[in-house]
Nanobody, 126 residues
């Protein structure tokens, strides 16, 4: 059983920053790539960022490149999403997800992820 619990969401003004955390309860944390997705009301779930099991490679959606940074701490079974220069369009529920690391994994594709957190709300006011 793999459980993911997000935290760190909240209300912030445009231009501000937030740091999301996702604690993953699994013995084999290093076997998983981790990603962040988001979903705004009335919109489809959108890829935000992902990181490989080792942390050596990261991937970002076009709308967040150069503003968001994903990282992981394998000693703490935790993945982070540092969000800077936030915009009202970043308002959404943010979900953490885990995918078994394998060759050819499509980090951008949500069905690749086996486990999901319950989500945390991020609201950016203008």
């Amino acid at each position: 059983q793999v459980q993911l619990v997000e935290s760190g969401g909240g209300l912030v003004q445009a231009g501000g920053s937030l740091r999301l955390s996702c604690a993953v309860s699994v013995r084999t944390f290093r076997c998983y790539a981790l990603g962040w997705f988001r979903q705004a009301p009335g919109k489809e779930r959108e890829f935000v960022a992902a990181i490989t099991w080792s942390g050596d490679s990261a991937y970002y959606g076009d709308s967040v490149k150069a503003r968001f940074t994903i990282s992981r701490d394998n000693a703490k079974n935790t993945v982070y999403l540092q969000m800077n220069s936030l915009k009202p369009d970043d308002t959404a529920v943010y979900y953490c997800a885990a995918a078994r690391q394998r060759f050819g994994l499509n980090y951008y594709f949500s069905p690749e992820y086996n486990y999901w957190g319950q989500g945390t709300q991020v609201t950016v006011s203008s």
